[in-house]
């Protein structure tokens, strides 16, 4: 079992949409991480937190360390949101271990 | 600022050959990370520095990976003798201290054929 899960593996919905993509993790962690991969291959970071909740636009992630789960949720989605989400956590130090990712493709 | 720049973008060569691949992280930033990512087995994280110092090399795959970091602002990975198992986009990535959110360069695309 990895350390760091994701669902789903693909995504698809239609523009508008509201998306929720899941991160399980089975370590204690420092903090988590959402990055997104668009399809040229750059690897922009979206979030880092420990605790709660943070707010960037139309992108919302969520940490319950209780439960070792995040969510990452897209409000009013659009084709410009297709990507692959990935999810990876560290530990004290700064390593990373990352999930498999989540295609997300958003048809117009 | 520019970024993360790594270079070259595409690297194409035989296998046996000798393969350097080159990172300069952003101004200021005292992290450097080298990432290896495969359709098989997605992000790996291979060597991290601090301070110019490797803490963290024991996602190097073996013998034939060496990393090097002279300086602040450069990093080398190299691959020697390359095989075409290692055929791979490979991303250097910095952060502003411990813990602390990772930019990405822009990857480069190695094949070994």
């Known amino acids: 079992k990895n350390e760091v899960e994701q669902s789903p593996q693909n995504l698809t919905a239609q523009e508008g949409e509201f998306i929720t993509i899941n991160c399980s993790y089975s370590?204690?962690?420092?903090?988590l991480h959402w990055l997104q991969q668009h399809p040229g291959g750059g690897i922009v970071s979206l979030f880092m937190l420990s605790s709660g909740k943070k707010k960037h636009g139309r992108l919302i992630a969520t940490i319950n360390i209780q439960e070792k789960h995040s969510s990452l949720h897209i409000t009013a989605s659009h084709p410009r949101d297709s990507a692959v989400y990935i999810c990876?956590?560290?530990?004290?130090?700064?390593?990373?271990?990352f999930g498999q990712g989540t295609r997300l493709t958003i048809n117009p | 600022d520019a970024g993360v720049i790594q270079s070259p973008r595409h690297e194409v060569t035989e296998m046996g050959q000798e393969v350097t691949l080159r990172c300069k992280p952003i101004?200021?930033?005292?992290?450097l990370f080298w990432y290896r990512q495969t359709m098989m087995r997605g992000l790996e994280l291979l060597i991290y520095f601090n301070n110019n110092v490797p803490i963290d090399d024991s996602g190097m795959p073996e013998d034939r990976f060496s990393a090097k970091m002279p300086n602040a602002s450069f990093s080398t990975l190299k691959i020697q003798p390359s095989e075409p198992r290692d055929s791979a986009v490979y991303f250097c990535?910095?952060?502003?201290?411990?813990?602390?959110?990772?930019?990405f360069g822009p990857g480069t695309r190695l094949t070994v054929l």
């Open positions: 101004s200021g930033h005292n992290s």
């Open positions: 370590v204690g962690i420092s903090a």
């Open positions: 990535a910095s952060s502003l201290d411990r813990g602390n959110e990772q930019f």
């Open positions: 990876a956590v560290s530990r004290g130090a700064q390593k990373l271990v």
